[in-house]
C-alpha cells in the first residue's frame, strides 16, 4: 500500500504538462488552447499566461490566479482560456532548503544551481517562499487579433515595484535543447499571500527564502490546434534565445 502510495505521488510530481510551446507563443499564437477547468485538472501548480495574454497566470493548489496589468490579482473563472502554460502536481515531500542573501533573481538563479547544475539536461521545478521581500513584477495585457509577437507586446509591459512583501515564488526550468518548446532558463512568477500583488518576477531582493526544488522526467505538450499555429514555422535560430531573454530575463 505504501510502496504504491509512493509510486503514484512520483509519477505524479515528476511529470508536466505543458499547453503550446514558447516558439509559437513568441510568434504570437495566442488563442486560447484549453480551459482553465482542464488545466487546473493537469497539476496544482503552475505558470503561464491566458488566451490574448491579458495577465500572468499562477496555479496553486485548486485555484488559478491571474496577476493582470492593472497591477490587481484575481481569481481565475474556469472557462477562461490558457495560451500556453505548464504545471505539474507539486512534490509537498520535496526536501526544504534555505537560501541567504538574495541580492537579485540572478543570485537567485545562482544558488539554485546548487541543485541543477549536476543535470542540466532535464525539467526542474521550484516552490520558495520569502518575508519582507523587494519584487519587481511584470504583467502584459490583453492583445488584439492580429496577435502581435511577444517582443512587440512585451512593449506595453507594466511593471510594479513593492517592498516588504510576502509571497510565493513559482518557478520552472527547461533545459537548453528544448529551447522552442520552453524558456532555456529560469522562469519565475510570483504570488504575495495575501494576492495584494504577483505577475512575472523580473527581479528580486530578499534576506533568505524557504524553496523546494526537485527535477521533473517526463514531459507532455498540449499542443495548439487551428491555422495560426500550423501556419507558422517554428526555427530553431539563435535570434530565439536573445528574444526570450529580452522578453522573459
Ligand atoms: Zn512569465
Not at 503561464?48 to 484575481?74: H, M, P, Q, S
Amino acid at each position: 500500500m505504501q510502496e504504491a502510495f509512493h509510486k503514484e505521488r512520483w509519477i505524479n510530481t515528476h511529470s508536466v504538462y505543458q499547453v503550446s510551446v514558447i516558439d509559437a507563443l513568441m510568434q504570437g499564437v495566442m488563442e486560447g488552447v484549453i480551459s482553465v477547468k482542464e488545466l487546473l485538472r493537469r497539476g496544482d501548480f503552475g505558470i503561464g499566461t491566458f488566451e490574448g495574454l491579458g495577465g500572468e497566470l499562477i496555479v496553486w493548489g485548486d485555484k488559478a490566479y491571474n496577476c493582470r496589468d492593472d497591477g490587481t490579482v484575481v481569481e481565475v473563472a474556469p472557462e477562461e482560456k490558457v495560451s500556453f502554460a505548464q504545471v505539474t502536481y507539486f512534490d509537498r515531500f520535496a526536501p526544504l532548503h534555505r537560501v541567504e542573501g538574495i541580492g537579485s533573481t540572478e543570485e537567485l538563479e545562482q544558488k539554485l544551481s546548487a541543485w541543477t547544475l549536476e543535470d542540466p539536461n532535464i525539467i526542474y521545478a521550484v516552490k520558495g517562499h520569502v518575508d519582507g521581500a523587494e519584487v519587481e513584477l511584470r504583467s502584459i495585457g490583453r492583445q488584439h487579433k492580429p496577435y502581435p509577437t511577444l517582443v512587440e507586446a512585451s512593449k506595453e509591459q507594466k511593471i510594479f515595484r513593492h517592498s516588504g512583501v510576502s509571497g510565493s515564488v513559482f518557478g520552472f526550468l527547461f533545459p537548453k535543447f528544448m529551447m522552442n518548446v520552453n524558456i532555456p532558463f529560469w522562469h519565475f512568477h510570483f504570488l504575495a499571500d495575501d494576492c495584494s500583488c504577483g505577475g512575472h518576477l523580473l527581479d528580486m531582493k530578499a534576506d533568505s527564502m524557504n524553496l523546494q526544488v526537485y527535477p521533473i522526467f517526463e514531459h507532455v505538450i498540449r499542443l495548439p490546434e487551428g491555422k495560426s499555429f500550423s501556419r507558422i514555422r517554428l526555427c530553431d535560430t539563435g535570434e530565439m534565445e536573445k528574444a526570450m531573454k529580452d522578453v522573459e530575463g
